[in-house]
């Protein structure tokens, strides 16, 4: 009986809610602002983010570190401060 009571109350909600969006309406700037303000949001990452992708210091080794690493770790290090060097050397 709750179940029924429940799924009746929700019907009645979801009906009262899509009569009142059906009668609104919104002035057409807001609604070009709005698209504008979506299509930002979803390339955020496309304008902003292929900026920031070069800026991963997280990927770094400090060269005091390099001395303390085991030979394998070492060699790593040593190839991906070379491809840094290399980029470095591109963007200039």
Same mark, same amino acid.
């Given at each position: 009986m709750v179940f029924w009571l429940c799924c009746s109350l929700l019907l009645f909600i979801l009906v009262e809610l899509f009569d009142w969006f059906q009668a609104f309406t919104l002035p057409l700037p807001v $609604? @070009? *602002? +709005? &698209? $504008?303000? *979506? +299509? @930002? $949001? /979803?390339? #955020?990452?496309? %304008? $902003? &983010? /292929?900026?920031?992708?070069? *800026?991963? #210091? &997280?990927? %770094?080794i400090p060269l005091r570190e390099l001395d303390s690493l085991p030979e394998s770790q070492s060699m790593l290090a040593s190839s991906v401060s070379s491809v840094e060097e290399n980029q470095q050397g591109s963007k200039k």
């Amino acid at each position: 009986m709750v179940f029924w009571l429940c799924c009746s109350l929700l019907l009645f909600i979801l009906v009262e809610l899509f009569d009142w969006f059906q009668a609104f309406t919104l002035p057409l700037p807001v $609604v @070009i *602002l +709005a &698209g $504008v303000f *979506l +299509a @930002i $949001v /979803s390339n #955020y990452e496309r %304008l $902003v &983010g /292929s900026r920031l992708k070069n *800026l991963d #210091y &997280g990927m %770094l080794i400090p060269l005091r570190e390099l001395d303390s690493l085991p030979e394998s770790q070492s060699m790593l290090a040593s190839s991906v401060s070379s491809v840094e060097e290399n980029q470095q050397g591109s963007k200039k």
